[in-house]
């Protein structure tokens, strides 16, 4: 019963991205993964510093750090994650309201720690 | 009584004085009656970032502090103590540079007159070696004192790079409080703002809500600190908190300007914004008189 619900789930999701050419491993992938924007983090910025995201669709920010311990922090949507040498971080994101929202680095992390930021832009 | 309002008076007779700002709920009218209440005075300065360099910022990095020495010195009354809330050194990524800095400073404030100098580190300090450096030079990082009927506890924010308290000393301060009858006159120091005061710009302590919680059943608690490069003065609940003005630059107001830059220097108004305060305690009504002073007489 449960596969049988995914099933229609997956069909609806492949419409709507208009996707009928994906083979039936990437419907998985399609319905449990949100789309991925990768973050670099290094002394002391992050790449991209500014990051698009429309309102109400979730995406998975992937962060990687090049040399030390990072944090990313975004306090108007109280979301924040541990970006930790040698491994992967996710967090989910989704924003019910339009703006402009800083993130910062909340590990001090050394000279330029101050000015390691960028901005979540997130429009209609 | 007397003998602080001579001070006061000399204070502003000598063109010193600043802003005062008294803190807590009661006014000040109560200080005044109370001729017998026991009083005393130290002074803050904060965040001297000793090695920064940045000419547009400060073209006297090399003698702000120096001067600002010369200026505690040059009180009329000395205070019973002076405290140092953090960023004593700015960081650097090289840990030989960081204790030469360290040593340098130590130098510079051992010409100090009053030798009851409290000290504690900013995350310019400890957070990239967890303290390490600090401790060498200055010993523990969080601790406390009591001095003719006040209770000070210094709180460590930064030697955790994820701004943190840590669940160990909040257990400490836990403990200690619970030692102290419910009204004593507590005061804490500490370098970074123990509330969400702009997070945007990293001014918070990530687990500051649970030591606000630890000291809410207190009546009579006031905290002094650092970090932010400029006086403010905010309540959490009954609690007053109150930064001080950098020894080095000045920061931008919390949100006036998108990014958290230096404020220039200006070279019509050398040292402005720059300075320290003179904290006047009246322990009977657990008040607190704050005088900002500036480093060079304007
Ligand atoms: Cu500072
Ligand atoms: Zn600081």
């Known amino acids: ?124 | 009584m007397e003998k602080i309002l001579d001070r006061r008076e000399f204070l502003k007779l000598s063109g010193l004085a600043g802003v005062v700002f008294v803190s807590g709920l009661a006014g000040c009218s109560s200080m005044a009656k109370r001729s017998d209440a026991k009083e005393f005075y130290f002074v803050q300065l904060s965040d001297t970032h000793w090695g920064f360099k940045g000419p547009k910022v400060n073209p006297d990095a090399e003698g702000t502090l120096k001067k600002a020495v010369a200026a505690v010195n040059g009180l009329a009354q000395q205070p019973d103590f002076i405290v140092f809330t953090g960023d004593l050194t700015h960081t650097t990524d090289d840990p030989q540079e960081r204790r030469k800095r360290l040593a340098e400073f130590r130098e510079i404030v051992s010409e100090l007159k009053v030798k009851k100098v409290h000290f504690m580190p900013g995350e310019h300090d400890a957070s990239l070696d967890h303290g390490e450096a600090y401790q060498e030079f200055f010993g523990k990082t969080h601790y406390t004192f009591d001095h003719k009927g006040v209770h000070f506890i210094v709180l460590d924010n930064v030697s955790d790079p994820t701004a943190s308290i840590g669940e160990a000393q909040l257990q400490w301060l836990a403990t200690d409080l619970n030692a102290q009858p419910k009204d004593a006159r507590i005061v804490v120091f500490t370098h970074r703002p123990l509330f969400d005061l702009y997070p945007q710009w990293d001014w918070a302590t990530r687990d500051g809500d649970k030591a606000i919680a630890l000291l809410m059943p207190h009546p009579n608690v006031t905290v002094f600190y650092g970090h932010i490069h400029q006086e403010n003065h905010h309540m959490t609940g009954h609690i007053a908190h109150h930064s001080a003005k950098s020894l080095i630059f000045p920061l931008p107001a919390p949100g006036s300007q998108p990014k958290r830059t230096p404020l220039p220097w200006d070279a019509a108004q050398p040292y402005k914004g720059l300075g320290y305060r003179d904290i006047e305690a009246d322990v009977q009504t657990a008040q607190y008189r704050i005088t900002e002073l500036p480093v060079v007489k304007g």
Do not use: W
């Open chain 1, 1 to 124: 019963m449960k596969l049988k619900s995914r099933g229609i789930k997956l069909i609806v999701l492949a419409a709507v991205l208009g996707t009928g050419l994906v083979s039936a491993g990437d419907y998985a992938s399609v319905q449990t993964e949100d789309p991925v924007i990768k973050i670099v983090a290094k002394k002391f910025d992050y790449t991209p510093n500014e990051i698009k995201l429309k309102k109400g669709v979730p995406v998975i920010l992937e962060f990687t750090t090049l040399d030390v311990f990072m944090g990313f922090k975004v306090p108007d949507l109280g979301v924040r994650a541990d970006i930790i040498p040698g491994k992967v971080s996710r967090l989910r994101l989704v924003s019910d309201k339009v703006g402009t929202f800083p993130f910062v680095c909340d590990v001090f992390c050394g000279s330029g720690h101050e000015n390691m930021t960028g901005t979540i832009v997130v429009t209609e």
